[in-house]
Nanobody, 117 residues
């Protein structure tokens, strides 16, 4: 019943743009925050951007001026608009949902973003 569906990944040239979306099932939980993380092979998973249920946002320094996180409450969806992409942005991007009354978050399966030089 619980579902977290990610979309929008792909291959793009440096300087290009991609839009990631993550749609959570209506009954997933009482959501506290949603966000995006990324992980490249051999590297630790790192925060990209988050947005709370009050609208507060947080970005990694490396993406602050290029990425924008937003939400669509009606669709229980979080989006990540990625502009001016760099090869260093290449990674698997994972959606994360933090719940008010659960100890552990929900994670999506991940969507691959590859930026060519």
């Amino acid at each position: 019943q619980v579902q977290l569906v990610e979309s929008g990944g792909g291959l793009v040239q440096a300087g290009g743009s991609l839009r990631l979306s993550c749609a959570a099932s209506r009954n997933i939980c009482s959501i506290n925050a949603m966000g995006w993380y990324r992980q490249a092979p051999g590297k630790q998973r790192e925060l990209v951007a988050t947005i709370t249920n009050s609208g507060s946002t947080n970005y990694a320094d490396s993406v602050k001026d290029r990425f924008t996180i937003s939400r669509d409450n009606a669709k229980n969806t979080v989006n990540l608009e990625m502009n001016s992409l760099k090869p260093e942005d290449t990674a698997v991007y994972l959606c994360k949902v933090d719940c008010r009354y659960r100890l552990s978050p929900y994670w999506g399966q991940g969507t691959q973003v590859t930026v060519s030089s």
